[in-house]
């Protein structure tokens, strides 16, 4: 006999927007829940996120799994309170006081629903100097230190996915769980900049603790990585990290001798830019196959450095049945049940 899903059985009304919380009723939805997501009319702007069309390919990455409904809130606060009528979970991602002006804000939803878990994901949490204001993933991103973990702050310009939207969604997912777990009703509140402060605690924690900002690069000094290309121009890393075994074998891996301004972690970390110079120098005389091989050989870890097209076809990832034909499949395995956790697109 086939066992239930980790969350069949829960039922979760999503009212949210853009990317964070249906990215949290996406996850839930991985695990099984039956999630409804409330759409006003005209549909989520994620909808006609490339220009054209009602269903374009980032809004069914953060909504497969779902049940759409269409319900113009200002006009039909019962239709919502009908689906959320012995609901486990309800997901909101306005900014503070927009639900409570639509009519199913926590003080109302509590005594409608005592069980109820009202998770709330704002950009800046519910007061304070920023609590109004508009907040999109490049904003908190650029607020909440990401950026400047990872850009030129000369050169500023918003990089990568939206890394607060999808850290907010899995903060609000954690929440969830644990709240589900008391058997209580309560509300969860995540704001993004929290989710991305507590992302970043390593940096965060290294400048409270030693006064050192890090920077792009600056981690990865550290952990001894580096980014090289082979002879044929394609790209790739190799990470060293603390065991002087790995550094060792690379010495061999390339028939190089050990240089005195490289001999020990410290130095390698001190004079990284020059290590990284002499290693991408070594690395051009061949092939990244070729390096793969002797680095495989020699137990030191690498990688090619993947676009998204790499990934998809890469031998691993295909392995580990990572994607379907429209995107990527839940990331977790459960013993107690066959392959992948079902997926559908939103109906």
């Known amino acids: 006999m086939k066992e239930a899903a980790p969350l069949g059985g829960l039922r979760v009304v999503e009212v949210g927007q853009y990317i964070a919380a249906p990215y949290a009723g996406k996850l839930l939805a991985d695990l099984g829940a039956d999630v409804v997501k409330v759409e006003p009319p005209g549909g989520d702007p994620m909808r006609r996120w490339q220009g054209g069309g009602t269903e374009s390919p980032q809004f069914r990455a953060y909504n497969r799994g779902k049940t759409t409904v269409t319900l113009d809130l200002k006009e039909n606060l019962a239709g919502l309170f009908e689906l959320t009528a012995g609901a486990d979970v309800l997901i909101e991602n306005f ?3 927009v639900a409570d002006r639509l009519g199913f804000g926590w003080n109302v939803m509590k005594v409608r629903e005592p069980r109820l878990v009202y998770c709330s994901i704002t950009g ?4 304070g100097p920023y609590a109004k204001k508009p907040a999109y993933d490049t904003i908190i991103s650029a607020i909440g230190g990401m950026y400047g973990h990872l850009v030129s ?10 890394f607060s939207d999808l850290l907010s969604g899995m903060s ?7 709240a589900l777990h008391t058997g209580q009703g309560m509300r969860v509140e995540v704001s993004m900049l929290g989710a991305m402060s507590d992302f970043l605690t390593e940096p965060v924690g290294t400048y409270l603790e030693t006064g050192t900002v890090v920077g792009p690069g600056t ?3 550290r952990a001894q990585a580096f980014g090289c290309v082979g002879s044929d121009g394609l790209p790739f890393v190799v990470h060293l990290s603390v065991p002087e075994k790995f550094w060792q074998a690379l010495l ?5 001798p050990e240089e005195p301004r490289f001999a020990s972690r410290e130095l390698r970390y001190r004079n990284h830019g020059e290590l990284e110079e002499a290693l991408r120098a070594e690395f051009a005389k061949r092939p990244r196959d070729e390096w793969f091989e002797r680095l495989t050989a020699a137990d030191i870890p690498h990688g090619p450095l993947n676009t998204v097209a790499d990934l998809v076809q890469d031998p691993q990832a295909m392995h580990l049945g990572l994607f379907n034909e429209r995107g990527t499949r839940p990331g977790t395995r459960f013993s107690t049940h066959e392959g992948r956790l079902p997926r559908k697109d939103p109906l």
């Open 95 to 97: 900014r503070p006081g």
């Open 252 to 256: 061999g891996v390339l028939g190089i």
């Open 153 to 162: 702050l000369e050169d500023p310009r918003p990089v990568g996915p939206a």
């Open 219 to 221: 981690r990865a000094a």
């Open 172 to 178: 609000a997912v954690q929440g969830i769980l644990a």
């Open 124 to 127: 800046f949490g519910p007061s």
